[in-house]
Structure formats: C-alpha cells, structure tokens
C-alpha cells in the first residue's frame, strides 16, 4: 500500500503553488506533458503490451471481460489521440478568473466573485489508460492537483504514462510534478475516500456498482453518475420517420455506453402505427423488445416487461417498451424511473416539447434528438471527465468549467461594517459593474 497521507499531502502543496500561476505558464506545462507522451510512445507501448499480455490470459481463463481487454489495448494511434487531446486541452480558454458577478458596494468598495480551482481532485477509473491522460490535463488546464488510481489491469501503462507526465512537469519550470499524483493498490480507494481534508472532489468513472460504492462510502463531493437509465418519449405529434431513426440512433449507435436510451415510451394514439415499424428497425440491429401490456398487443412476440426493466441499464441489445396515455404520463415515467441522466421527446408539438424539457428532471434533455448526443466533446466543451446526475455545482457532461468553483474578492479602502449599521448608517450602493472577463 502507498503512503496516501504523503501522496495527499504532495498533492494539496502542489494544488497551492498551481492554483495562482497563469494561463501561459499552465498552458506551457501542457505542451511539455504533449511532447513527452510523443518521446516515450515506445516505453508506454511496451508497458501496455505486458499489461495486454497478462489481461488475454485473464480473458480465457474467465477472470476478465473481453471489453475491458479491449479498453485496455493502446497502439500508435491512440497515442497520437492522446497527444492531439493534451494540445486540444491547452488551446481550450482559460477557465480561471473569469468575473460571473461584480458589485460597487460603495465608493471604493468593489466585490468580484471570481473562478478558481477547486484544489485536488481524485479520480478513480477502470482499465482505459487514456483517462489519465485525459484527467490530468483537464486538472493542470484548470489549476487542479490530480490524484489518479486506474484499474489494475493497467497498472503498468498507467505507472508509464504518469512517470512520462511527472518528469515533463518536473521539466517544466513552473507546474510542480506533484500536481500528477498516481494510487497504484485496490486498497489504497479506501484510505483515498476518507481524506475529507486533502481531496476537494472525486470522480469515479466505471460502471454502476463502482460508482454507487464510491459514493456511499465517501464524505468527499462525488461527480459522476451510478447508472444512464434514458428515455425517448415519442408523441402523438412525433414525426414517424424521424421517430424511428432516433430511436435506432440512440440505442444501437454505441450501445455499452451510459447515454443510450433503456426504456422507449409511446403516446397510445402512435402506438399502433409506429411501433410495428420501430421494431423491425430495431430488429434489424438484434435488439430484443420487452414490452408493456399494451406494447405486446401490437408487438405479439416483444417479451413481457417487468417492473425491474424500468429501472434497468442494460447496455445490451435490450429496449424496454411502454405505451402511456399522454405527455403527463411520460413525464411522471421519467421521473420516477429514470436516472437524471438523458431523456429526450420526438415531437412536432412546440407546447408539448416546452413541457417536457421544463419539467423533467435530467442533467440533458433533448427535442428531436439523439440521446448519444450528451457527450462533452459533441457539446463543445472540449474534452471531459464524466457526466454529473447529482446536483452540485457541474452537472451533464463535465469539462473545464466543472473543474473550477468561484471565491469573492472584496477590495476596500478601510472601509468597516459598523459605517452601515446604527443610526446614521451610510447606504450600500449595490451598483452593478462591468463583468470585464478575468479579474483574479
């Protein structure tokens, strides 16, 4: 086990000198990080073929899933992603000290709440080494420690990748190498989730299990999300075609992953039409239908959806299927079942899509649109470190700016508090000021 009181207490010094440098210096940083995974490609390829090596073995022996061995694999080109996503990182705005609200309190008295990092961050992710390149650069972007367990299964490519990473920063001339800091032991999560003290956020990235462990063993603020039960709803108002394409779209475009869609609703009124033609397209994909009551008697063969299908994510080829009455009973459906992920409707009804994107409680929610479309990059945040259901300060997919949180500056002139209380109290002013872009 690692020494985590040392590793915390690196990191949260290194989070200190980060968090005031700027933009230049951070973005310099960057590069060096970009450079360095170019110069030592062939050391992490031959780390990662011993991990990939050892993981086949798991794979026949039944001990690993072969998915996992496949996030696992990097090659040439990967590298070169990983590469292309540390300039990308470093060519995204500044996310620090941007003014969100200035205040003349009174002459001479000018409050700014300004953007800063939030301090370190840990994140906690299963077997893709290139999350912790991905992770690493959106922390050192946004003036974040970062302390990174991956899975084991990439111990090795993971300890190359973090050593490339820490001596370019050690070469930098200004981010410290402390900034990247690497949890190699399984046992180490748990002394980890205790560190109220050091650690400012965690985020877990891996599936619904180790998600939901993380947050109820932890006091620390978790961003992530523990499962991706989505919807489409398609109205009576809906377009059929485009119903069924999206439908398609959002279930089989990638289907092991948290932003495609579980459960299709119905309006009754389109059941009847649409459904016969949304199963043989699906069918065409090997999707297999588990349908409702009423689904059935329109779809014969679907199989008899149970209770605990609305509340599954299956990331398989499986879609639940229910008809409801209307609108309101969709969204009482969402509600109820759904994760605060992503929800969408398929509708030609403006009124009936205003309702819809106003009432139901999802991090992304979409009119006429694909579920798959929830990603950071595909929104324009550039890259990301998760998708948030939870509501605290970043939710949906989260890049930079769910990075950073804000602090007040206050500037006086010896202004003091008993001036504005008592008899003959002077007035605040309040008088709202240019926002004017970064002030820290």
Same mark, same amino acid.
């Given at each position: 086990?690692?020494?985590?009181?040392?590793?915390?207490?690196?990191?949260?010094?290194?989070?200190?000198?980060?968090? *005031?440098?700027?933009?230049?210096?951070?973005?310099?940083?960057?590069?060096?990080?970009?450079?360095?995974?170019?110069?030592?490609?062939?050391?992490?390829?031959?780390?990662?073929?011993?991990?990939?090596?050892?993981?086949?073995?798991?794979?026949?022996?039944?001990?690993?899933?072969?998915?996992?061995?496949?996030?696992?694999?990097?090659?040439?080109?990967?590298?070169?992603?990983?590469?292309?996503?540390? !300039?990308?990182?470093?060519?995204? *705005?500044?996310? $620090?000290?941007?003014?969100?609200?200035?205040?003349?309190?009174?002459?001479?008295?000018? $409050?700014?709440?300004? #953007?800063?990092?939030?301090?370190?961050?840990?994140?906690?992710?299963?077997?893709?080494?290139? #999350?912790?390149?991905?992770?690493?650069?959106?922390?050192?972007?946004?003036?974040?420690?970062?302390?990174?367990?991956?899975? !084991?299964?990439?111990?090795?490519?993971?300890?190359?990748?973090?050593?490339?990473?820490? =001596?370019?920063?050690?070469?930098?001339?200004?981010?410290?190498?402390?900034?990247?800091?690497?949890?190699?032991?399984?046992?180490?999560?748990?002394?980890?989730?205790?560190?109220?003290?050091?650690?400012?956020?965690?985020?877990?990235?891996?599936?619904?299990?180790?998600?939901?462990?993380?947050?109820?063993?932890?006091?620390?603020?978790?961003?992530?999300?523990?499962?991706?039960?989505?919807?489409?709803?398609?109205?009576?108002?809906?377009?059929?075609?485009?119903?069924?394409?999206?439908?398609?779209?959002?279930?089989?475009?990638?289907?092991?992953?948290?932003?495609?869609?579980?459960?299709?609703?119905?309006?009754?009124?389109?059941?009847?039409?649409?459904?016969?033609?949304?199963?043989? #397209?699906?069918?065409?994909?090997?999707?297999?239908?588990?349908?409702?009551? =009423?689904?059935?008697?329109?779809?014969?063969?679907?199989?008899?959806?149970?209770?605990?299908?609305?509340?599954?994510?299956?990331?398989?080829?499986?879609?639940?299927?229910?008809?409801?009455?209307?609108?309101?009973?969709?969204?009482?459906?969402?509600?109820?079942?759904?994760? !605060?992920?992503?929800?969408?409707?398929?509708?030609?009804?403006?009124?009936?899509?205003?309702?819809?994107?106003?009432?139901?409680?999802?991090?992304?929610?979409?009119?006429?649109?694909?579920?798959?479309?929830?990603?950071?990059? =595909?929104?324009?945040?550039?890259?990301?470190?998760?998708?948030?259901?939870?509501?605290?300060?970043?939710?949906?997919?989260?890049? $930079?700016?769910?990075?950073?949180?804000?602090?007040?500056?206050?500037?006086?002139?010896?202004?003091?508090?008993?001036?504005?209380?008592?008899?003959?109290? !002077? *007035?605040?002013?309040?008088?709202?000021?240019?926002?004017?872009?970064?002030?820290?």
């Amino acid at each position: 086990m690692a020494d985590i009181d040392a590793i915390c207490g690196a990191a949260r010094e290194a989070a200190l000198l980060l968090a *005031p440098m700027g933009a230049d210096e951070r973005n310099r940083a960057l590069e060096a990080m970009a450079v360095a995974i170019e110069s030592d490609a062939d050391a992490i390829l031959a780390a990662n073929a011993a991990d990939t090596e050892a993981a086949e073995k798991e794979v026949a022996a039944g001990e690993m899933s072969q998915p996992i061995l496949e996030r696992l694999v990097l090659t040439e080109a990967k590298i070169a992603d990983m590469v292309r996503g540390v !300039r990308a990182v470093a060519a995204l *705005p500044d996310p $620090l000290g941007r003014v969100s609200y200035a205040v003349l309190m009174d002459e001479g008295l000018r $409050l700014r709440r300004v #953007a800063c990092p939030l301090g370190v961050i840990a994140a906690i992710f299963e077997s893709r080494p290139d #999350a912790l390149v991905q992770i690493a650069s959106l922390c050192v972007k946004s003036g974040n420690a970062a302390v990174l367990k991956g899975g !084991r299964e990439a111990l090795g490519t993971n300890r190359a990748l973090a050593d490339t990473l820490r =001596r370019a920063l050690a070469g930098s001339g200004g981010v410290p190498a402390d900034a990247v800091q690497l949890v190699e032991a399984r046992e180490d999560i748990h002394a980890l989730l205790s560190r109220e003290d050091s650690i400012d956020l965690i985020i877990p990235r891996g599936g619904n299990e180790f998600v939901s462990y993380i947050k109820e063993h932890s006091h620390i603020p978790v961003l992530g999300h523990a499962a991706g039960i989505c919807h489409i709803y398609v109205d009576k108002a809906a377009g059929l075609d485009m119903a069924v394409n999206l439908t398609v779209d959002s279930k089989t475009q990638y289907v092991a992953v948290c932003n495609a869609v579980e459960t299709l609703l119905v309006h009754r009124d389109a059941a009847r039409e649409f459904l016969p033609r949304a199963a043989e #397209a699906l069918r065409a994909k090997g999707v297999e239908l588990r349908g409702c009551e =009423r689904t059935r008697e329109i779809i014969a063969d679907a199989v008899p959806a149970s209770e605990a299908d609305w509340e599954t994510e299956y990331l398989d080829l499986i879609l639940s299927v229910r008809v409801v009455d209307d609108l309101d009973e969709a969204i009482r459906h969402i509600n109820r079942h759904g994760s !605060r992920h992503t929800e969408a409707i398929v509708t030609a009804d403006e009124s009936a899509a205003e309702s819809f994107l106003a009432r139901v409680d999802a991090a992304s929610v979409m009119w006429n649109a694909s579920t798959r479309f929830a990603d950071g990059y =595909r929104f324009g945040l550039g890259a990301e470190v998760g998708i948030a259901t939870d509501k605290i300060h970043a939710r949906g997919p989260v890049g $930079l700016e769910g990075l950073v949180i804000y602090k007040y500056l206050l500037t006086g002139e010896g202004h003091t508090v008993s001036e504005y209380e008592g008899e003959g109290a !002077r *007035p605040f002013l309040h008088r709202p000021l240019p926002l004017g872009g970064h002030g820290a």
